[in-house]
């Protein structure tokens, strides 16, 4: 049994195979969906496993560089993960894992996350499930008097410069770094809807991005823009639909504030994915960093023989393990340990964590 990246060559059979095990229904390759994951430069981060000539599990990294007020992170996405039915159970998909796990800490990555629903599988690899997202059920409903307003114009049409979404996509607070290029590529996704807001001097100034292959189906995952413009560009779309999603960073507080007033709009907090820390000394000093901004001068997270800790005015606590650091770090924080804290330290905590993180759509692999 061999564990390789495929040559460019092997790249063909390992989209075939993925293709019969994760696609079956569609008329599209994996690749089209993904990409960046599946481009030639990305080759040594895509991982499988054969045995006589024939592919059993796969898996691959995508890297993103991701800016948060928090500093900026170098993060793995784990994407494509599968084994062949008759190869179940023999520990393939966990070699891969850890594989790539050890790829990523290598070229220097600090953070690695995942969307699955085995829980247990990813838990046992170390994995915990963090982070938060903001998801919306809006609808079209006649009890709300949100008009559209006629001086922008709207369009369906996906052919947009990469340069303009460019543009806006580099004012959000947390969002990764993607060249045009990219951009270009992802615009190209089947099954995507692409809707977008255009100013009087055909300046782009809100677009938003829903569907994405198989995946976010009705969601929107991707969108940029001015929060009113946005509005809009919701009010648009939502003339042809009776309802859509979206999903947006808990950055985004003042865009789901003005949708939950000016459409009918079910809320709530999702958790982000399943995440690992890579290289803890990175994110402890990130923490340290975010914490000071916060006016927090005594707050600081570590590692000692293995252990972590908190410290908070020179006493430390210690964690249980690494995946209760993801979970304070990233969050959903449960208030209830917290509780027997002191109230300073534990206004501290509440200020200083979660730490602001968010991939967007088109980022997941
Ligand atoms: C999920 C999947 C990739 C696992 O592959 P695999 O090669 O059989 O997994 P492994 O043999 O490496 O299993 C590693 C561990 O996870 C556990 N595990 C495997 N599949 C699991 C599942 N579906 N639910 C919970 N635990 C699971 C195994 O029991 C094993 O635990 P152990 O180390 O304590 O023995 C495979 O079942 C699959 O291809 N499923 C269909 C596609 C899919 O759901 N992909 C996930 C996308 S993220």
Known sequence: MKLKSPSPTDLNRVLTFLKQKLRPQVDWSINNEYPIAFSNFNINNIKFIESEGKILSHALLKYLMIKTPAGIFKVAIIGSVVTDEQHQGKGLAKKLISELVEKAKQDQ???????????????????????????????????????????????????????????????????????????????????????????????????????????????????????????????????????????????????VETLKKNFKTTHNTRTLGYMKPLNVKNIHAKVLRWARIQGEYHLQTFHQNDEVYLRYKSKNYRLPNEQALTRLIWGPIDPNIFQNLPSDMHDALMKVFPLPLWVWGWDIA
């Open 109 to 255: 990555c600090e953070l690695c996350i995942l969307w699955s629903d085995l829980h247990d599988f990813y838990y046992k690899l170390g994995f915990e499930l963090a982070g938060s997202e903001e998801h919306l059920t809006i609808e079209n409903s006649s009890s709300t008097n949100y008009q559209i307003e006629s001086e922008w114009r709207f369009s369906d049409d996906p052919k947009i410069n990469p340069e303009s979404i460019q543009k806006i996509f580099s004012k959000h607070l947390v969002g990764s770094v993607r060249s045009n290029n990219e951009i270009k590529a992802y615009l190209q996704i089947p099954n995507s809807n692409i809707y977008s807001l255009w100013g009087q001097n055909n300046e782009l100034l809100a677009y938003a991005i829903e569907g994405r292959g198989v995946d976010l189906g009705n969601v929107v995952h991707e969108w940029g823009g001015g929060v009113h413009h946005l509005n809009q560009l919701i009010a648009h779309i939502l003339k042809k639909q009776s309802q859509l999603q979206m999903i947006a960073s808990s950055t985004a507080i003042n865009l």
